[in-house]
C-alpha cells in the first residue's frame, strides 16, 4: 500500500505560479510511476502530467504543455507539479496519483492509489 498526501494549493492570481507537492508514504521502495489530475467542479477528472519511475519520461496534457512541469525527488518519495502562468480554467482540485508500474499513463483507470487532494484557485 501507498498513501500520497498533496500540499501547496491555494488560492492566486491569474498569471501567477503554485509548486504542489506529494509525499508517499508507505512502500515506496517499489517502482511507481506518478501523475497529477484535475477535477473541477461539475466535471470529469482529467489527466494532468506524468513521470516514469526514473524520472525519464514526462508526459502532459495539451492545455498545460509549457506552463506546467512535473518532477520527481525519489530520496523523498516526493513529485512535484510547478505551475507557471496559471490561468482561471486551471481551477480545480489536484490529485497525486501512483501506478503500480514504471511507465507514464495518461488514463484514470491506470493509476492505483490516490491522494486526497488539494484546491488550485486561481482569480481572473
Known amino acids: 500500500q501507498v498513501q500520497l498526501a498533496e500540499s501547496g494549493g491555494g488560492l492566486v492570481q491569474a498569471g501567477d505560479s503554485l509548486r504542489l507537492s506529494c509525499a508517499a508514504s508507505?512502500?515506496?521502495?517499489?517502482?511507481?510511476?506518478r501523475g497529477w489530475f484535475r477535477q473541477a467542479p461539475g466535471k470529469e477528472r482529467e489527466f494532468v502530467a506524468a513521470?516514469?519511475?526514473?524520472?525519464?519520461?514526462?508526459n502532459y496534457a495539451d492545455s498545460v504543455k509549457g506552463r506546467f512541469t512535473i518532477s520527481r525527488d525519489n530520496a523523498k518519495s516526493t513529485v512535484y507539479l510547478r505551475m507557471n502562468s496559471l490561468k482561471p480554467e486551471d481551477t480545480a482540485v489536484y490529485y497525486c496519483a501512483a501506478r503500480s508500474s514504471m511507465w507514464v499513463s495518461q488514463n484514470v483507470a491506470e493509476f492505483d492509489y490516490w491522494g486526497q487532494g488539494t484546491q488550485v484557485t486561481v482569480s481572473s
Open positions: 508507505g512502500r515506496t521502495s517499489s517502482m511507481y510511476a
Open positions: 513521470i516514469s519511475w526514473s524520472g525519464g519520461s514526462t
